[in-house]
């Protein structure tokens, strides 16, 4: 069962990059759409097209789900407005994380470059009688 479910994500991932599909096209509806929207439209497309039904289709049902998934999740959601299809490859490759720069090392250890860093100030020392 998770091998299958997996293999269909797969496919699924795999299409939705080959076609480049928008995927507020794929809802049927238009970037302004708000939570309440996505819902809505992801529950009436998943009923249509779901494969336990007779009419239904596996291919744009999975289509549906990862269109929905994308854009319910703000952070996704974000990414895929600026930078389409790329930004969330990229994210998906990066766990989230933003991409490691071989030089913060260095910039850890000698400055970076002369600008000071920014970040908690230390306070004065407070002494305390026990």
């Known amino acids: 069962m998770l091998l299958t479910f997996l293999l269909h994500t797969f496919l699924f991932a795999f299409c939705i990059i080959a076609a480049q599909t928008d995927l507020y096209k794929v809802l049927q509806l238009d970037k302004s759409a708000n939570e309440r929207d996505l819902k809505r439209a992801y529950r009436t497309l998943s009923k249509k097209y779901h494969p336990d039904k007779a009419s239904g289709d596996e291919k744009k049902f999975l289509e549906v789900t990862e269109a929905y998934e994308t854009l319910t999740n ?8 600026q930078y389409g299809f790329d930004g969330l490859e990229n994210h998906k490759k990066t766990g989230g994380r933003p991409q490691h720069n071989p030089f913060d090392l260095f910039s850890q250890f000698f400055g970076s470059g002369g600008q000071r860093q ?6 004065p020392d407070m002494d305390v009688k026990l």
Do not use: F, N
């Not at 703000?74 to 407005?81: A, G, L, N, Q, V």
């Open 118 to 123: 920014q970040g908690v100030r230390k306070g």
């Open 74 to 81: 703000s952070e996704t959601r974000k990414i895929y407005d």
